[in-house]
């Protein structure tokens, strides 16, 4: 869930797809290795949690175990960081590529064949094995809850809801489920309705740690941000080195306007161990940028985009700081890179109205910069149409797209326009002005 350049866009598209933690107490699976199938189903139960971790080890131990075991090395494949370890993940994919999967069962075949589609980004190949996987087995927890990922890749949140609605049906105890109704209720703008699905989720697993993480995201979207950090805290107390929750701490004080508390935030997530440094270092950059932009410091905001967080900051900022500054080199940078996210948009077979609402909200700020007023607000309320509430990032992009048109609106003459704007914004967000600050406020056109 994690924020707004580039590679984490591509990141949240790929993880929608593949990402599953799946128990299978009861299953059958085709080991008849004890001790792989062990550690399989304790990796299972470990992937359910959001543990991904501790699930990969296990996953690489029933491996261990029963190298023919092919499933289980599927959901390692799965479970692999191919940031962190290329090389692994290539060998792995290439091994499962050259494996025969004629004899596996059907469940475990329909598994290995779909990560390694998913891992090659093949989005019309995973809906097509899920969909002839379903049609023979139409109950089966595995297929849909596949088919509620596909649809939420493709923006079809309601048939991703009927499919985990049903998934829970059948099988109570999928958590996860319960997670992804959470975030489709969120998506669809339906907070009450999410904030009782993640109370239920927490109320079904109350010993797990993303239940209270999923809650607390929720809670720093719409402002409620000394909740939104007890329910992170108590995440950490169930997993000591739960990522997510220790990323959102660092959001939350950079949201107060806290300078002191994200350094120590920061500081903490380090001594944890729990979050990789690459994470940390977009992390820092985008919390301190946020900082300054906040107050409106854009010369401060510039010298981070052009030294220790060179294409680290988020775009919209980054962008800013040089209209604001007339830095001209950072400007060309900008430039490049918001080349990169058109062409993404362009070519994008999922998550394709993510990138759009990115793009949008780019040239609305290039648009203001040029004096098109009027063409910026309607860039600002195409970026808001395109994004959505699923999850902090999003949510917040989209809460900073609607700002920024109520700024453009206002400056048009339009109070009227803006007003409504701005009632919509503080209707998710009722502290969305003051937590922004300057953040979102529109560069003027340079003198002529």
């Known amino acids: 869930m994690r924020k707004v350049f580039l590679g984490v866009a591509a990141a949240l598209i790929v993880a929608g797809g593949v990402a599953v933690a799946l128990r ?30 501790e699930a990969r080890r296990c996953f690489a131990k029933a491996a ?19 940031r962190g370890d290329r090389e692994g993940a290539a060998a792995l994919r290439g091994e499962l590529e050259k494996a025969s999967v004629e004899a596996l069962p059907p ?32 109950d089966d927890p595995f297929g849909l809850f596949f088919s509620g990922q596909d649809a939420v890749l493709s923006g079809d949140l309601g048939t991703a809801k009927r499919a985990f609605e049903r998934l829970v049906d059948i099988a109570p105890n999928w958590v996860m489920a319960y997670n992804h109704l959470g975030y489709i209720a969120m998506a ?22 993303n239940p209270h993480d999923s809650l607390g995201e929720l809670l720093l979207l719409t402002g409620r941000l000394d ?18 929750s220790y990323e959102n701490l660092i959001r939350l004080e950079a949201l107060r306007g806290n300078h002191a508390g994200v350094e120590a935030a920061l500081f903490r997530a380090r001594e944890s161990g729990a979050v990789p440094e690459e ?40 962008l800013r700081a040089a209209l604001f500054t007339g ?23 999922a998550g394709k109205r993510e990138l759009e609402a990115i793009v949008h909200e780019l040239e609305g700020i290039r648009a203001a910069w040029e004096g098109e007023l009027e063409r910026a607000a309607e860039l ?14 999003r949510g917040f992009q989209k809460l900073c797209a609607l700002s920024a048109q109520a700024k453009a609106l206002q400056q048009l003459g339009r109070p009227g326009d803006a007003a409504a704007v701005t009632a919509a914004l503080r209707a998710v967000n009722p502290l969305a002005h003051e937590m922004l600050g300057k953040a979102t406020d529109l560069p003027s056109p340079p003198p002529s």
């Open 380 to 393: 600002f309320r195409s970026a808001a149409a395109a994004g959505s509430f699923w999850g902090f990032a």
């Open 227 to 244: 909740e939104a950090e007890r329910e992170f805290e108590l995440a950490i107390q169930a997993r000591l080195d739960f990522q997510p």
């Open 107 to 138: 469940r475990e075949r329909f598994i290995v064949e779909r990560v390694l589609a998913a891992t090659a980004r093949d989005h019309a190949q995973m809906r097509t094995l899920t969909e002839a996987f379903l049609a023979r087995y139409p």
């Open 327 to 349: 830095r001209r080199a950072l400007e060309t940078q900008t430039a490049e890179r918001l080349a990169k996210y058109r062409e993404a948009a362009a070519g994008a077979a």
């Open 279 to 318: 994470i940390l270092t977009r992390l820092g950059c985008w919390a301190r940028g946020w900082l300054a932009a906040r107050d409106g410091d854009w010369h401060g905001v510039a010298d981070l985009a052009e030294h220790q967080c060179s294409n680290a900051l988020p775009l919209a900022l980054a």
């Open 64 to 82: 261990e175990a029963d190298p023919s075991f092919l499933v289980a090395k599927a959901f390692l494949l799965d479970h692999l960081d191919p």
């Open 188 to 209: 669809e703008g339906k907070l009450d309705d999410a904030e009782r699905m993640f109370a239920t989720y927490r109320f079904i697993a109350p010993d797990q740690a």
């Open 24 to 53: 299978g107490r009861g299953a059958q699976w085709s080991t008849s290795n004890p001790q792989a199938l062990a550690h399989f189903r304790d990796g299972l139960e470990a992937s359910m949690k959001y543990y991904r971790a």
